[in-house]
């Protein structure tokens, strides 16, 4: 299985999709803050990760662009509660693999890990 | 509209007002009123009817015989043939003051002694000293002796009115046209008051206060043969024998016509260029004495009444009503302001043109501008306000999606896979938790709108304001450690504030979160204070973002975010200061700000507060 990366800022968010993930198989690191996640990312490749776009000072829009800079083949699923038009935009722009609104399904996000997963195996990367 | 709206549109109509009632009284209103006089005449002319008077005119045909030179010669001869045709009363419109050839004016003091209620001219010298009075001879057969001057208007000598009277020193003179309807109506005394004058019971309306004029209902002139006063050449009493059927019963006014020799012409509201002979105006200020057609000038008292009236049901119009329904009544308005003179004119009245005038335009035009301004106003800060509106509301979703997120995740895992206990317990305590913050955030979001609307009942007790401070920094300590920011405080003594304590922790809150949020990493946030007075002062101050002066005159609108606000990525509604202000201010307090660019930021909040008694 995959190992992910999740970053998100609230407490409750966080420890309910890191139990979830651990659940279904994925061996998952989880951050609170955007600083965190850089370094992560700066320190190892992650296949996929999964991260809230209103984080702190920064956004997980950096954290896509840290992502790909770090591994060009990584998934980034974002997740939001404000869905508007210009966050789409900027997320599937900057390379994002989906996006996903809170509040979601479990099963949603899960299919969409399996899409990232089976996109990484075919010979092109994107969502 | 707030009362300082109210106070400007006021004063603004009022301003209209006098500026437009000063505009009307101006020269050029004046003129203005005077045109417009000349040309309700045109719209207004009097009806033929039975005339009063006879104009005997001495024209180019009368002179042919000898000229101007032999004018006591001509009358001499006419006068009997005059006497002959029994009128009323004779005036003579000639000035006899000076010695001609004596036969002639022996033949002339004769042909007066025979003619019956004669009235000669007189008139003030243009050296101002004395009367060109006629010859002692001729005035002895006068029955009454009058001036004939007139008072035409200074700015265009247009002769609009005739001074009934006429003093130097102690001697007063009355008007040719008032002694002949004296002397037709009987020959008693002109009665006067300082409103008028009245003869054989019929009151004439000029003020004594204005040189007793009276303004001339002009018939129309001689050239217009119909409705014109009846004119009879003097030549023809030279080339017929007995009296005139025209002059009988009438009074007659002998004076030259023709334009070679008559020095006193004069414009008239019918001149249309050409100037009236001074003895047919004489006739026509008789003529409207005699059919009781007087023009009276209406007082000034009434002017001002009107325009204000105009002002005021403009001002009226467009503050309560907008669109056709403010328009329409206001056109009716314009429309009344014309009309309004030309109405007065025809029902004897002369009412100015222009004051009216520029005072329903002017006052109309500012109500409407203001109005549209208004309204143009209040629309975009309607917008404004919707939008910053629309911005909460989406903020405070997605601060709902977050626990919800928690809730449904953490529900659907309990339910769908078999969790160890202590798993299930920490999931049960952490949907409980989030629920309650779901609730707390409805219920904050709900206080905010009725803590807007004024709705909020303040739960008051006294409380130390230091415990508050307590609890808030224990609130923000992960918040400011994570941003890597030291929170400090100042030594602070005990302050019992009473009032509600749930509340003021809302504000002191909101003013750390503020400060830690818009300060970058590895500065210090400080909070502390003391009494001062009755009220005690607790300060917040950052080494953050600051703002300027025009930042800080809308930092507590309600939804208002600086643009460094906005650009520094920090979450925010724009809401949380201006709640802030309306706690403190339910509190009787003020909140203090100051600030610099790049420096910082202090918010002090100003509040009625005691120091705790010993033993309390």
Known sequence: MN??????????????????????????????????????????????????????????????????????????????????????MDATQGGAFDYIAKPFELDDLLATLRRAEASMRSPTVGG | MKRSDKAGYVAMLAACFFVALAAGWTRLGAQFDADVYDFLFGLNPPEAAEFSSVVVGIDEESLADGGVGALRRLLAEALPGIAASEPKAVVVDLILADRGDEAEDGALAEAFARTPNLILATGLRRSGEGWDDPRPEFAKSAAAIAHVHSDPD????????????????????????????????????IVEDPAGVEVGGIRIPARRDDARSMRIHYLRPA?????????????????????????????????????????????????????????????????????????????????????LLLTVAAGVLFWRYSGWRAYGPALALLGLAHVAPYAAFRNGWVFPYAPPFSTAWLSIAAAATAQYFFVRGRLGRS?????????????????????????????????????????????????????????????????????????????????????????????????????????ETKPMEAVIVDGDRELMEYAVYNLLTNAIKYSPAGTRVSIGGGMAGSACRLSVEDQGIGMDEQEMKGLFRKFYRTKKAEASGEKGTGIGLSLVQQIVTHHGGRVEVASTPGAGSCFTIVIPASVPQPGS
């Not at chain 1, 309910?16 to 609170?32: D, I, K, R």
């Not at chain 2, 700015?155 to 130097?168: C, F, G, M, S, T």
């Not at chain 2, 997120?405 to 529900?411: D, K, L, P």
Request: aromatic share 6%; hydrophobic share 45%.
């Open chain 1, 3 to 88: 190992s992910l990366l999740v970053v998100e800022d609230d407490s409750a968010v966080r420890n309910t999709l890191v139990t979830f993930l651990e659940l279904e198989g994925y061996q998952v690191e989880a951050v609170s803050t955007t600083r965190e996640a850089l370094d992560r990312l700066v320190a190892r490749d992650y296949p996929i990760v999964v991260s809230d776009i209103y984080l702190d000072e920064r956004t997980g829009l950096d954290v896509l662009q840290a992502a790909r800079r770090s591994n060009p083949n990584c998934a980034v699923i974002l997740m939001t509660g404000r869905g508007s038009m210009e966050t789409v």
């Open chain 2, 154 to 189: 200074p700015y265009d000598n247009v002769l609009r009115q005739i001074p009934l009277e006429k003093a130097l020193g102690r001697r007063r003179v009355w008007a040719l046209a008032l002694e002949a309807f004296r002397l037709s109506r009987g020959g008693g005394a």
């Open chain 2, 223 to 307: 050239a217009q043969a119909e409705g014109a006063i009846p004119e009879v050449p003097l030549a023809w009493f030279r080339n017929n024998a007995g009296g005139h059927p025209a002059l009988r019963g009438k009074v007659v006014f002998v004076g030259i016509t023709a334009d070679s020799a008559a020095q006193d012409r004069h414009m008239t509201p019918y001149s249309f260029g050409h100037a009236m002979p001074g003895v047919q105006i004489h006739a026509n200020a008789y003529e409207t004495m005699a059919r009781q057609d007087f023009l009276r000038p209406a007082s000034n008292l009434a002017v001002v009444a009107a325009c």
């Open chain 2, 383 to 487: 917008e404004a306000e919707k939008e910053r509106y629309q911005r909460a509301i989406h903020f405070v979703a997605h601060e709902m999606r977050t626990p919800l997120t928690a809730i449904q995740g953490s529900s659907e895992l309990m339910g769908r896979y078999k969790l160890p206990e202590e798993k299930r317990g920490e999931m049960a305590r952490m949907i409980n938790a989030e629920s309650k913050r779901l609730a707390r955030l409805i219920q904050a979001f709900l206080d905010v709108e009725r803590l807007t609307a004024g709705q909020v009942e303040l739960k008051r007790a006294p409380f130390d304001l230091r415990d508050v401070v307590d609890v808030c920094l224990g609130r923000v300590k992960s918040l400011a450690e994570g941003k890597r920011i030291a929170v």
